[in-house]
Structures are given as C-alpha cells and as structure tokens.
T-cell receptor, first 112, second 112 residues
C-alpha cells in the first residue's frame, strides 16, 4: 500500500458548480478524516468516519458540504454550489488508532 | 474548544544553526503529533508522543511532550536546507470524532 491517495490533485471550477473529491485510505485503516487548509493556516477538521459510519459532521462548513463512505473503504467529499471562499486545499487522512493520522497529498480547489 | 498555538510563526536561519519550535495549549491532549508539510503537499507525520515528559529523537530532531501534556517542543540541531518547510503540531484527545486539533504552523526556511 502506498499510502492515502486523493483525486484529483487540482480542481479549477466556476462559481456555482458542484465538485466531488475522492479519497482512498490506507487499506487497513478504519478511520477516515477530511480536513480543509487555507493558505497560511493549519488544517481544519471537517468530518470523520469510522468504517462506513459518519460519526462527526457538525464541523462541515455549511449544508453545501457533504461526505460519504459507502462501503467503509474510499470516501467522497462533495461541495455543491461552490463559492470563491471554498478555494482551499482539501486533505484526507486515515488512521488505525486514535490521534495518529496519515494524510494524502490533498486536492487543491480553486473557484473562479 | 481545544486550541494549539505555535511559535514562532516564521523562522529564517542559516544552515548549521539550531532552533526550537513551541506548541502550547491550555488543554490536555492524550497524544501530540508533529507533522512537516511542503508546499502543495499533505502533511507528513514525523512523530507521535503520548506520555507526559516523553522525549523522542529522530536524527537531528528532538521532540518533547510537556509533563502536563499541554505543550510540546521540536528542537532541530544543525539545521539543513532540506529541513525547510511548514511544521505543524496536532493534538489528539477524547474529543468528538477523535479528530486532531492543529496549530497554525511554523514556517521554517534554512538558507545555505
């Protein structure tokens, strides 16, 4: 296993369009996290899955954001009706035990 | 809300110098991670500390977890240009979702 994989690496979209990002975690990891990072800041937690159950989603930034992990393996993060303020790096991480997370390379979103 | 503050925010030094980066909080964490991030990439895990007072060494990097598990430091000896990057501390706890709380990062530049 080569680690957490995210696709695409870069996405440019027009304001108002929907976008979906994919994350493939490390195969034996049952926990999966989504974070957002804006320039000059540390990552900000968005949501968390343990297997297929989404156990924490109150930190999703608005109801335009949603995430799924249908079979407890890969996950998707969707942003509907994108706004310029959504431009950021979206990071996925997975872990096997509490606190220690391994990150993917991220998806850089630019909303124009 | 658990918050982590890192200092300094920016550090520019010459090759061969020593440096220390600090990570402080008023909250207790069950574990603390240090990550290094390069531009356009995801954070890479350097170390996890879990016991108050614990010291871990990774080549020229020395990590310490405070006795009360509220703070941590990263010391780099004889810095090299390859150490350049954004250093992030992240605290894990028994919070909702077992998420990591990140500090704002210390941006280090080591000049040859």
């Amino acid at each position: 296993d080569t680690g957490v994989s995210q696709d695409p690496r870069h996405k440019i979209t027009k304001r108002g369009q929907n976008v979906t990002f994919r994350c493939d975690p490390i195969s034996e990891h049952n926990r999966l996290y989504w974070y957002r990072q804006t320039l000059g800041q540390g990552p900000e937690f968005l949501t968390y899955f343990q297997n297929e159950a989404q156990l924490e989603k109150s930190r999703l930034l608005s109801d335009r954001f949603s995430a799924e992990r249908p079979k407890g393996s890969f996950s998707t993060l969707e942003i509907q009706r994108t706004e310029q303020g959504d431009s950021a790096m979206y990071l996925c991480a997975s872990s096997f035990r509490e606190g220690e997370a391994f990150f993917g390379q991220g998806t850089r979103l630019t909303v124009v | 809300t658990q918050l982590l503050e890192q200092s300094p925010q920016f550090l520019s030094i010459q090759e061969g110098e020593n440096l220390t980066v600090y990570c402080n909080s008023s909250s207790v964490f069950s574990s603390l991670q240090w990550y290094r991030q390069e531009p356009g990439e995801g954070p890479v895990l350097l170390v996890t500390v879990v016991t108050g007072g614990e010291v871990k060494k990774l080549k020229r990097l020395t990590f310490q977890f405070g006795d009360a598990r509220k703070d941590s430091s990263l010391h780099i000896t004889a810095a090299q240009p390859g150490d350049t990057g954004l250093y992030l501390c992240a605290g894990g706890g028994s919070n909702a979702g077992n998420m990591l709380t990140f500090g704002g990062g210390t941006r280090l530049m080591v000049k040859p």
